[in-house]
């Protein structure tokens, strides 16, 4: 993300509103861009459903249909985002392009039929209309392509077309959507989804022809190249899972509870809960853009010019020096941004207690919001933490981060789920609290011992992985050289 990071300051270097006003808007979308588009599209839907007067069961049952495929396509893919990630940034590391292209449809294939596999699983034997189903399915792939395509939208620094993207599918699916609400030219659940698959659709499109118009097709690329790299990097993958499932995870606890209600047989999901965690989330939005625009362009000057006077045959006090230099920027910059996400935290707490209860949501869902809120705080920490971290290619420390959050949200929102609807939400802030302690903890006893993991960590002899993702991998190249 440095990469983008660096064109985004370019705008803010300006100095004009226009600059400014530019500058977040693309960094709200990039670091946010998925969560963007369904809030922009749920939102509106969910007004234009109230104004034509549609039934409150159809209602929860369109809210389900999105929510279940966002949710799911962002914890099936969120793996292999990390994974394709890495791949990706070696290939243009050794400038090595006539794969990249290949490999997204690569990926797309291996996710898209695991995430076939499950949802066939999932609405087997449920009586919803096939339509409903057909569409929530097609809605599922689709976020599943958005999900990993964007990686290489940011790859190539195309802000403004991922920008662009965005918007173009929300607005083709907001006015789609009030036509056929307006004409009832189809049912209101099947023809708003309908409307919001050509969305994300033009979407997908997009950002293929981008990615396409950028890196080519080479007819000789391979597409599944990227296997190995589940052997070569199997922590980056489940430290992206673990994290992504303890987003969630509080979420489908209480699903199971009271304030769960069931749609059609076939969703379950908490409307409060989840819409008082939808605003609690936006509070770390800020800090992600500003990490992205500022703190993590000063840590990564200092950090490229640390590992290059160690691969540049720097002298000792150049190295020591340096070192020193990206640790005490590391420090710095991490007490800024929490300083920073301090400030938004109270904000949202002072906003959203006043604007919760005019909305009409009872005291006990704004103190949910309110715990979640801190909760967030939190979160948005150690994800700052575990991102530098990586920088240093501290993968098993990362993982121990993202490990104890999962574990952490898990043991606690059980026990909230026993103890009952009181302890919602504070379930969440104690998870994150630790996971937060956890974070710091491994951060400072890295940056203890940085020397034995920069110099003596790693092995001495680098082997080619030989497991089964590489034989899968063989066979696939094989077969598609036959053809």
């Known amino acids: 993300m440095a990469g983008i990071g660096f064109e985004l300051k370019k705008l803010f270097n300006g100095r004009t509103a226009g600059g400014y006003l530019k500058a977040y808007s693309y960094s709200a979308v990039i670091t946010a861009g998925p969560f963007a588009l369904m809030t922009g599209m749920v939102l509106a839907i969910q007004v234009m459903f109230i104004f034509f007067g549609i039934s409150l069961e159809e209602s929860h049952l369109y809210t389900a249909s999105v929510i279940y495929p966002f949710v799911f396509s962002h914890i099936l893919s969120s793996g292999f985002v990390m994974v394709i990630t890495r791949y990706l940034a070696d290939l243009l590391y050794s400038n090595d392009q006539r794969s990249v292209t290949p490999s997204l449809f690569g990926i797309m294939v291996f996710t898209e039929i695991i995430g076939s596999i499950a949802a066939i699983l999932f609405f087997w034997n449920k009586p919803l209309d096939f339509g409903v189903k057909f569409l929530t399915y097609i809605f599922f792939m689709q976020m599943l392509a958005i999900w990993l395509s964007g990686v290489y939208l940011t790859a190539i620094k195309n802000y403004k077309g991922l920008f662009r993207s965005y918007i173009s599918g929300v607005v083709i699916s907001i006015v789609l959507s009030f036509f056929v609400l307006y004409t009832g030219c189809l049912a209101p659940v099947p023809g708003v989804l309908l409307a919001m698959d050509i969305g994300l659709g033009c979407i997908v499109m997009l950002f293929l022809m981008h990615i396409v118009r950028y890196f080519g097709y080479a007819e000789d690329g391979l597409n599944f190249a990227f296997l190995p790299y589940f052997e070569k990097h199997p922590k980056l993958f489940f430290i992206a899972l673990f994290y992504t499932m303890a987003l969630y995870l509080p979420n489908i606890i209480i699903w199971q509870g009271p304030m769960g209600i069931s749609i059609a047989d076939t969703y379950v999901y908490a409307p409060v809960y989840d819409v008082v965690t939808f605003y609690a989330f936006l509070s770390i939005l800020p800090v992600m853009m500003m990490f992205v625009v500022s703190t993590e362009l000063h840590f990564y000057e200092k950090y490229a010019v640390y590992f290059?006077?160690?691969?540049?045959?720097?002298?000792?006090?150049?190295?020591?020096?340096?070192?020193?230099?990206?640790?005490h920027t590391l420090w710095v910059e991490l007490r800024n941004i929490v300083e920073f996400q301090l400030v938004f935290t109270l904000i949202f707490?002072?906003?959203g207690n006043y604007f919760l209860s005019q909305i009409g949501l009872s005291p006990e869902a704004v103190n949910i919001y309110i715990l979640i809120v801190l909760g967030?705080?939190?979160?948005?920490?150690?994800?700052?933490?575990?991102?530098?971290?990586l920088y240093f290619e501290d993968q098993q420390g990362v993982l121990w981060i993202v490990g104890s959050l999962f574990m952490a949200v898990l043991v606690f929102g059980i026990i909230g789920f026993l103890m009952g609807e009181k302890t919602y939400g504070f379930t969440f802030f104690l998870a994150t609290a630790f996971a937060f302690?956890?974070?710091?903890?491994?951060?400072?006893?890295?940056?203890?011992?940085?020397?034995?993991?920069?110099?003596?960590?790693?092995?001495?002899?680098?082997?080619?992985?030989?497991?089964?993702?590489s034989k899968l991998a063989n066979l696939l190249q094989k077969h598609a050289v036959k053809e």
């Open 349 to 351: 707490l002072a906003l």
């Open 308 to 327: 290059t006077y160690i691969t540049k045959k720097g002298n000792f006090k150049d190295i020591e020096d340096a070192k020193q230099d990206v640790l």
């Open 437 to 469: 302690l956890a974070a710091y903890a491994r951060a400072v006893y890295f940056c203890n011992r940085i020397d034995y993991f920069v110099f003596c960590s790693r092995p001495v002899f680098y082997h080619e992985p030989e497991g089964w993702f």
């Open 376 to 389: 967030a705080f939190f979160l948005g920490a150690v994800q700052v933490i575990y991102t530098l971290l």
